[in-house]
């Protein structure tokens, strides 16, 4: 890694205000960077705050990440640090329960243009940039949701569907070079991403939740050695094992038992 003008690598993290993400950021430092992140929510000050008590140089912005300007924001900010990103975490997402044809478009919108549209282009921007150093890593937070045909929250699942996808192939399109695009999959996580998906009055929203940090180590771990993919947790190794065997119908069925509304009082 190329970080001359520090003895510390650079990392960006999106979405790194709460959740999986504030906790990616956090096993940065532990590990010694420093870390631009971004959000759209004030708190991403409070959680910079925290980071730099660790040490860590910390640049914070607070920007819409679903936007072409939003990702250029943070791309400026990171420059800021006079060196060379060495570690891009894609992490910001987005969810949204309820019948898709009841939902109000521009949210559907919102959640399609933050966990896509913004996150490729961020991922392109930075990823020109370490490809033509030929040095760098990137850790697209996808999901098992992906795996699976998500009723009651289509658009969501499709969301991480494209990018469990699209890591793989990016990572092959980058294998001629020293540039590493790792995948991790969470499953069910303890963070605000239920509330926010108005999801709390679901089985899914009620069930038992894996610890963000834990799986924030998981991915940053396998993105340190480079490995193509992540299930983190033993639970979802199982759970990934068994969709992958299941026909859609099946799978679009069982998830319609978890994110159905009001479905946690039966």
């Known amino acids: 890694m190329d970080h001359t003008s520090s003895g510390r690598p650079l990392a960006v993290v999106t979405g790194a205000s709460v959740g999986i993400g504030f906790e990616l950021a956090q096993v940065c430092v532990v590990n010694n960077f420093d870390v631009a992140i971004a959000s759209n929510k004030a708190r991403i000050y ?17 920007t819409d990440l679903s936007t072409i300007e939003g990702v250029d924001r943070l791309y400026d900010a990171a420059q800021q640090f006079g ?26 919108r919102h959640v399609i243009d933050t966990n896509i549209t913004g996150t490729v282009y961020a991922i392109q921007k930075f990823g020109r940039d370490m490809r033509n150093r030929n040095s760098g890593r990137i850790l697209i937070v996808g999901s098992i949701a992906g795996m699976v045909p998500g009723t009651f929250q289509a658009v969501y699942n499709g969301t991480k569907a494209f990018l469990d996808n699209f890591a793989f192939a990016l990572r092959n399109e980058l294998k001629d070079t020293t540039v590493t695009v790792s995948l991790l999959m969470p499953g069910v996580t303890e963070t605000d991403f239920f509330r926010r998906a108005d999801l709390l009055d679901t089985r899914l929203g009620q069930a038992r939740k894996a610890n963000a940090a834990d799986v924030a180590r998981d991915g940053f771990d396998a993105m340190m050695q480079g490995q193509a993919r992540v299930v983190s947790g033993w639970r979802n190794k199982i759970s990934a094992t068994f969709i992958q065997a299941m026909p859609a119908t099946f799978l679009a069925k069982q998830h319609r038992r978890m994110a159905k509304p009001h479905s946690a009082r039966r």
């Open 83 to 108: 060196r060379p990103v060495d570690v891009l975490i894609a992490n910001v997402g987005i969810g949204l329960g309820k019948a898709f044809l009841d939902q109000d478009f521009q949210k559907v």
């Open 46 to 62: 409070d959680a910079a705050a925290s980071l730099e008590a660790r040490g860590a140089r910390v640049v914070a912005i607070e």
